[in-house]
């Protein structure tokens, strides 16, 4: 069993980005499942229907989000109403959307489970509480799970880490948009890696063009950022197992933009 995750995608430059390397990467990888955190999408911040539906019909499996979830409006709804669009497990039981999913290729069940970081996040409970209840609902329904632990705090991460060491396939981090250089399988048998880094513009900053970055930056007044287009690059990894609920390996996937795609 294989898994292609991508980190953060943004905006459309990050899609194009993605769908120009998707068949290259599938043909490479041959990954049973995608999973993609988009929450960047649309324009830099949030994600629309459109953008969900087009992810969805170019063989993404599971769409995650993060902080930005609810910035188009036009979304809530989508949120309720597709199974496969996860906004984190963790915030309000009122908010639109639900936290995890199971999915089924060939036979094989992968249950989903987006989270949020509570440090310096504005989740409304608590990331540990509710990735058990989460796993508790999942059990005896599911072969596999992947964790998106969207969080700030390296600390969290970590800690989510090891607290579902042996219990999970993989818990992957995003949300920072810079890949991290610990990607490893825990001892119990958990991938893990604490950012996975984004899908989107290098040359800006976390995905903003840098010139207004640094303004703002440096003069500490507001300014409207834009997404950059300079030197666009996914970011993903790929998780393999050979065993229910254990990682064989993690491996990095650092690409640069197919030329003409973005
Ligand atoms: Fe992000
Ligand atoms: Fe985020």
Request: net charge negative; charged share 20%; aromatic share 6%.
């Amino acid at each position: 069993m294989t898994i292609l995750f991508v980190g953060d995608v943004v905006g459309g430059i990050g899609k194009r980005t993605l769908l120009g390397l998707l068949p290259s990467l599938s043909e490479r990888f041959e990954p049973q499942f995608i999973v993609v955190n988009a929450e960047n999408a649309a324009g830099g911040i949030g994600i629309t229907p459109k953008i969900a539906d087009d992810l969805f019909a170019n063989g993404v499996d599971v769409i995650t989000l993060g902080n930005h979830t609810y910035r188009h409006r036009e979304i809530y709804e989508y949120l309720d109403a597709h199974e496969r669009i996860l906004r984190p497990a963790n915030f309000l039981r009122s908010q639109p959307g639900h936290g995890s999913c199971v999915v089924e290729h060939e036979g094989v069940r992968l249950g989903v489970v987006s989270l949020s970081g509570n440090l310096f996040m504005n989740a409304g409970r608590p990331a540990f509480a509710e990735v058990d209840a989460a796993l508790h609902a999942m059990k005896g329904k599911v072969d596999h799970v992947l964790v998106d632990m969207h969080a700030e705090a390296t600390s969290e991460k970590v800690g989510m880490g090891w607290h579902l060491d042996g219990r999970v396939t993989a818990v992957v981090g995003t949300h920072t948009h810079v890949p991290t250089a610990d990607a490893r399988v825990l001892p119990e048998g958990t991938a893990y890696i604490t950012d996975v880094g984004m899908t989107g513009p290098r040359g800006g900053v976390i995905g903003v063009k840098r010139e207004l970055a640094l303004e703002a930056m440096v003069t500490k007044m507001p300014i409207k950022f834009e997404t950059s287009a300079d030197d666009p690059w996914l970011n993903g990894v790929v998780i393999r197992s050979s065993e229910n609920m254990r990682a064989d390996s993690i491996e990095l996937v650092l690409e640069p933009a197919r030329a003409g795609t973005a």
